[in-house]
């Protein structure tokens, strides 16, 4: 009885949740605990974020009934939201703002190229998929600090540890993150700003190159491949094509086969582009403008001199009917003849960029020239390109020990 009575005290003292809306009390061992819950305040709260907050316990009523106006507040203002249903309900998770950023059209997301679209696509499934549960507000440095560890683990048993898919993941991580925060969810800016304070280590530079003789074996074995009927006659030809051009013109793989998207096929390494054999262009991804003199590059124009005149238009490097080729038959194409020509499966087309500048640099030209022949804005860019630089330090090694000859400090 006397229990009971002190029940009823209790919750005589508590305060009324018509002047503290959304005010909840639960029992537990230290006494009634005080909750800020949004289904107390309307019966469908649209995946506001915040659902369930714990006040403290010996606030007074003033305090409580402040706290739970705020919190209304908030909840109204986002159930105002004019975007509110066409996308993701964005409910504190980092899944739901995956997926939010995903689908909203002012993202980031939806600003870039289809390729980097892609890239971002590949660390958010990794995301999504391993930590997508979380709840961004208890999320601390120490837990992204693991998140970066489990995606960074090998993929199988002594494998290697896969330091870029990490590097990308976190880097994504906090892309969605600032959204978020643009969005009015301040514990994405919170997040944001803690995790100023670290750094995740990034993957190794690439040290592969495609040598000068292994693009002309490339050249070779696609034409001869060609020739004896292994491949159609056009894949050996074009293939050559893309190669030499990547080496010889230092341009990226879609500078030089263009791309597919929604509208179809976009690209300036095109027939109608080369008058006078001058190609003309602004990169795909700096949209720096570019000139190049085709007649000057022995390994690529008697290639595009000997292309027939009925299938001079359109696209320079062709696929399938004649078509533009695409990216994933570019690269399926590449392996088989690169194989074929005892190209090592560790160099990738790509890397036709990175010897392109280690042969001018070997060549004595300067770094800002070469640079300029890669369309890089910063010249600190440029340098992650040049391969074999240990002979540039054994060279300034030597110019050192030569310049002291003839000093009186020579011993």
């Not at 993701?88 to 390729?115: C, M, W």
């Not at 509208?263 to 795909?284: C, H, M, Q, V, Y």
């Not at 088989?336 to 005892?342: K, P």
């Amino acid at each position: 009885m006397v229990a009971s009575s002190h029940r009823t005290a209790q919750r005589r003292s508590m305060p009324q949740r018509s002047d503290h809306p959304g005010l909840k009390w639960r029992a537990t061992a230290n006494g009634p605990q005080p909750y800020w819950v949004a289904r107390q305040v309307v019966r469908d709260t649209k995946g506001f974020p915040e659902r369930t907050i714990r006040l403290p316990m010996h606030a007074s009523q003033d305090a409580l009934a402040e706290l739970c106006r705020n919190h209304t507040a908030r909840l109204m203002d986002f159930l105002s939201r004019p975007d509110l249903g066409l996308y993701t309900r964005y409910d504190g998770s980092i899944r739901s703002l995956s997926r939010l950023f995903q689908e909203h059209p002012d993202s980031a997301f939806n600003q870039v190229k289809r390729n980097t679209r892609d890239s971002y696509t590949d660390s958010l499934k990794v995301i999504e998929g391993t930590v997508g549960n979380r709840v961004i507000r208890k999320v601390t440095i120490l837990d992204v600090q693991r998140y970066y560890r489990l995606w960074r683990a090998p993929r199988k048993d002594n494998g290697p540890q896969r330091t870029k898919r990490a590097h990308d993941a976190v880097a994504t991580l906090r892309m969605i993150l600032r959204f978020g925060f643009a969005l009015g969810f301040d514990e994405c800016g919170i997040l944001v700003e803690r995790l100023k304070m670290v750094r995740f280590e990034r993957g190794a530079t690439r040290e592969q190159e495609m040598s000068y003789a292994q693009a002309a074996a490339f050249v070779r074995t696609a034409l001869d491949l060609a020739s004896r009927k292994v491949i159609p006659e056009w894949r050996g030809r074009y293939m050559a094509i893309g190669v030499a051009a990547q080496f010889e013109l230092a341009l990226r793989q879609k500078d030089i086969i263009g791309e597919w998207n929604g509208d179809g096929w976009s690209g300036a390494f095109a027939w109608e582009n080369i008058p006078g054999w001058k190609l003309r262009l602004k990169t795909s991804k700096t949209r720096a403008a570019a000139v190049f003199t085709l007649s000057n590059y022995p390994l690529l124009f008697p290639l595009l001199e000997a292309v027939p005149h009925e299938e001079r238009a359109g696209a320079i490097v062709k696929g399938e009917h004649g078509l533009p080729v695409r990216e994933r038959s570019y690269r399926k194409w590449f392996r088989s003849i690169a194989r074929a020509a005892d190209i090592p499966d560790e160099v990738w087309s790509m890397d036709s960029r990175a010897a392109a500048a280690t042969e001018a640099d070997e060549a004595g030209a300067d770094l800002a020239a070469i640079s300029d022949m890669l369309t890089h804005a910063e010249p600190r860019t440029t340098v992650r390109y040049i391969r074999r630089r240990e002979k540039r330090i054994e060279d300034a090694a030597k110019a050192r020990v030569k310049a002291r000859e003839g000093t009186d400090e020579a011993p």
